[in-house]
């Protein structure tokens, strides 16, 4: 079996702590587009191959610490980001074209066959008994039954009860990082808003979705840089690929070559690597290009 060189490396050869002090003087748009980067790194590494996303080889990565830094074209086109919505405006009206696909397959499925789609493996047994729920009401209800049997009455309440999103997912919908939801104009503003971060909240909680209270910013940026973020990501990418397992001591020693009088190996362990992980979740990408689209439209 060959040997992976790697292996017998503290670092790999090409890292160099210098090159990434170009993230002190960053724009939001140049954080964006390394982040991006890294985050792509992070799909082909973890899951490439097997979901047919590609894949990236050993040399190839470690040819790309040469140049770790990305330039960014400063051009922000309408197809960029990673989740489904990624518009200069993050709440929008319901367009009459999405209305029609609110239902995702299996729901929408006019010929879908329970017994076929769990023999196949596409559902699950629980998720095909939940599928069959929903369906059942949505047939009761396109027919107008007005007069339901007491077990379509059940199924109908259930969903009067269940947020759509719920649904698609417990019927195994990809829901994406979007959600729909009833605004009564009448309110007042001030209820409405009262309102809308109560469900928000409730909404990114169920779904295990990052809160994101304040608009990505100057803040945030020094504290990617101060933290060498890209320089962590490219390290633990590397280790990840290399199968070479790297301490928090040896990521700290190689991206705070300087810093003596704190507890590099703590700030490593507490605070980068939590900091590097959360900023490249499609949340805080999207939430990053949104504001960079919102910034184009202003300009």
């Not at 499925?109 to 929903?134: P, W």
């Amino acid at each position: 079996m060959r040997r992976n060189t790697a292996c017998g490396r503290a670092l790999p050869a090409a890292f160099d702590i210098a090159k990434y002090d170009a993230c002190a003087k960053f724009t939001g748009a140049q954080w964006y587009a390394n982040l991006v980067k890294r985050w792509t790194h992070d799909c082909l590494i973890r899951n490439g191959g097997a979901r047919g996303i590609g894949s990236i080889t050993p040399a190839d990565f470690e040819n790309s610490l040469l140049n770790p830094i990305v330039a960014a074209t400063g051009n922000i086109r309408d197809e960029d980001g990673i989740g489904w919505l990624s518009e200069a405006a993050q709440v929008t009206d319901l367009s009459a074209y999405d209305s029609l696909n609110l239902l995702h397959w299996p729901l929408e499925d006019r010929e879908y066959d329970a017994d076929d789609a769990l023999e196949s493996g596409r559902v699950t047994s629980e998720q095909a008994s939940v599928i069959t729920r929903y369906r059942d009401a949505i047939q009761c209800i396109h027919a107008g039954r007005y007069e339901l049997i007491e077990d379509d009455v059940e199924a109908v309440n259930l969903m009067m009860e269940t947020p759509l999103w719920r649904m698609n997912r417990s019927a195994g919908g990809d829901i994406g990082n979007v959600a729909h939801v009833t605004v009564d104009l009448h309110g007042s503003e001030q209820k409405l808003v009262e309102d809308f971060v109560t469900w928000l909240r409730a909404a990114r909680k169920e779904r295990s979705l990052p809160e994101i209270k304040a608009r990505i910013g100057a803040k945030e940026f020094g504290r990617w840089h101060r933290y060498r973020i890209l320089a962590y990501l490219d390290l633990k990418h590397w280790a990840l690929l290399n199968s070479v397992n790297l301490t928090h001591r040896r990521i700290a020693d190689a991206i705070f070559p300087h810093e003596y009088e704190v507890n590099t190996i703590d700030r490593v362990r507490r605070e980068v690597a939590p900091e590097a992980i959360n900023a490249i979740t499609p949340a805080t990408i999207d939430t990053l290009l949104s504001q960079l689209k919102a910034d184009v439209a202003v300009a």
